[in-house]
């Protein structure tokens, strides 16, 4: 199983962008897929969850600009992220809790990180 994120940039102040990530591999489903970030010199913090169902959840410091979404047909998960500002600037990181279809068991499994600046 591999979780590949996509969708990094630059873009300035106010403007938008959508990342995604893919599930790949021997995936049955995914319940649950959140999206993190880390800033330089901080800590890696939550961003959004949303489950299998569609439900999302989003840090206070998101909300209202940013939306998550996911197909669960083509195992994706995508945060579409409006009105960014500087403060937004992080690497981002989609995390999913993975059901294997092979043993049907749940892993934990990161993606890679996508570099999102925002410039003033």
């Known amino acids: 199983v591999q979780l590949q994120a996509s969708g990094g940039g630059l873009v300035q102040a106010g403007g938008s962008l959508r990342l995604s990530c893919t599930v790949s591999?021997?995936?049955?489903?995914?319940?649950?897929m959140s999206w993190y970030r880390q800033a330089p010199a901080k800590q890696r913090e939550l961003v959004a969850t949303?489950?299998?169902?569609?439900?999302?959840n989003y840090a206070d410091s998101v909300k209202g600009r940013f939306t998550i979404s996911r197909d669960n047909a083509k195992n994706t998960g995508s945060p579409q992220m409006n009105s960014l500002e500087p403060e937004d600037t992080a690497v981002y990181y989609c995390?999913?809790?993975?059901?294997?279809?092979?043993?049907?068991?749940?892993?934990?499994?990161w993606g890679q990180g996508t570099l999102v600046t925002v410039s003033s």
């Open positions: 995390n999913a809790d993975v059901i294997s279809l092979l043993t049907l068991r749940v892993q934990n499994y």
């Open positions: 591999g021997a995936v049955f489903r995914f319940p649950t």
């Open positions: 949303i489950t299998h169902e569609g439900t999302p």
